[in-house]
């Protein structure tokens, strides 16, 4: 491993408290903190992603945030091409790059070196896709490619338009293959909830962020613009307060409607929660904390120090 550049990654579920442990580990070795979230890339998306803020960065770095426009489409390679120039910029400056995030798609094409398919977008495709319903698009894509139908997220459009696009170009979407010569020298650690501590997390934290204004965010997003049917693509958040502020939940003036909103949403970022452990789980080379312990933290920070050394 010698000569290459070292990273951490910081990783775990939902609501986990990953941003503000990354403070932590930065404040204590010199560190930068990147954002691999597939939202936090997003202006205007700051309550529903949880997006750190400048009195919570506490004065560290932070990279990767704000650094795209709602109406566009962020993909995991611009993702990955913008992280690498990140980390070698940190580096120079003689800091340590401090990966952060709860998207393990993120964060193994960019610490695995995972070679991605290079088929450019098409938006008269993109167009007459986004049409259709997640089932019809699922459809599509199951008699252009069953292997790749198989393991999708089925209610995911945007991945499904992408996985039709790459399809269309290469009659298949090819395995995700991986360099075997990574270029980083990489130590990560998770974070680790029980199950009834998380839930309860994600619920208190949903509700907390209705009050903070998530529902006015989203409406401020459609008045600039954004469609709902894009803002319900963002998945989530944005998926449960667009179809609220639609009326699909039924009177957006009547206390039921929004109840039911956030009774269903906080369901969803509980399946969400579930779908990443078993993501991360995967891995056999992370260490994982609980972060509600001292004790576990200071162990993780030794582990820290004693990789950077």
């Known amino acids: 491993?010698?000569?290459?550049?070292?990273?951490?990654?910081?990783?775990?579920?939902?609501?986990?408290?990953?941003?503000?442990?990354?403070?932590?580990?930065?404040?204590?070795?010199?560190?930068?903190?990147?954002?691999?979230?597939?939202?936090?890339?997003?202006?205007?998306?700051?309550?529903?992603?949880?997006?750190?803020?400048?009195?919570?960065?506490?004065?560290?770095?932070?990279?990767?945030?704000?650094?795209?426009?709602?109406?566009?489409?962020?993909?995991?390679s611009k993702f990955k091409k913008m992280a690498d120039k990140k980390i070698i910029e940190i580096s120079k400056n003689g800091h340590i790059p401090i990966i952060c995030g709860g998207t393990g798609?993120?964060?193994?094409?960019?610490?695995?070196?995972?070679?991605l398919p290079s088929v450019k977008p098409d938006k008269k495709l993109r167009t007459e896709l986004e049409k259709k319903s997640t089932d019809e698009l699922y459809s599509i894509l199951k008699e252009l490619d069953e292997n790749r139908a198989e393991n999708i997220d089925k209610k995911n459009p945007v991945r499904l338009i992408r996985a039709i696009e790459i399809a269309k170009v290469l009659g298949s979407v090819p395995s995700i293959s991986k360099n075997p010569?990574?270029?980083?020298?990489?130590?990560?650690?998770?974070?680790?909830?029980?199950?009834?501590?998380?839930?309860?997390?994600?619920?208190?934290?949903?509700?907390?962020?209705?009050?903070?204004?998530?529902?006015?965010?989203?409406?401020?997003?459609?008045?600039?613009?954004?469609?709902?049917?894009?803002?319900?693509?963002?998945?989530?958040?944005?998926?449960?307060?667009?179809?609220?502020?639609?009326?699909?939940?039924?009177?957006?003036?009547?206390?039921?409607?929004?109840?039911?909103?956030?009774?269903?949403?906080?369901?969803?970022?509980?399946h969400y929660a579930k779908r990443q452990k078993t993501w991360f789980k995967r891995d056999k080379d992370t260490i994982w904390i609980n972060p509600l312990e001292t004790h576990e933290r200071a162990r993780a920070l030794k582990k820290v120090k004693d990789f950077i050394k």
């Open 1 to 76: 491993m010698k000569g290459k550049t070292k990273i951490i990654v910081i990783l775990g579920q939902t609501a986990t408290g990953k941003s503000d442990f990354a403070v932590e580990i930065a404040k204590n070795i010199g560190g930068e903190v990147i954002s691999a979230d597939s939202r936090q890339v997003y202006t205007g998306m700051d309550i529903g992603t949880g997006k750190i803020t400048k009195k919570e960065m506490q004065g560290v770095s932070h990279h990767l945030l704000d650094v795209a426009s709602p109406t566009t489409i962020f993909s995991v």
């Open 105 to 115: 798609f993120y964060i193994d094409a960019l610490i695995d070196n995972v070679i």
């Open 181 to 270: 010569e990574s270029k980083y020298d990489v130590l990560k650690i998770g974070l680790a909830l029980p199950d009834e501590i998380l839930k309860e997390r994600i619920n208190k934290r949903l509700h907390a962020r209705i009050k903070s204004g998530m529902i006015k965010e989203v409406q401020n997003l459609y008045d600039q613009n954004i469609s709902w049917r894009k803002l319900e693509n963002f998945g989530l958040e944005y998926r449960y307060c667009a179809q609220f502020l639609q009326g699909k939940f039924g009177d957006t003036k009547k206390k039921e409607s929004k109840e039911k909103m956030i009774e269903l949403l906080n369901t969803e970022i509980w």
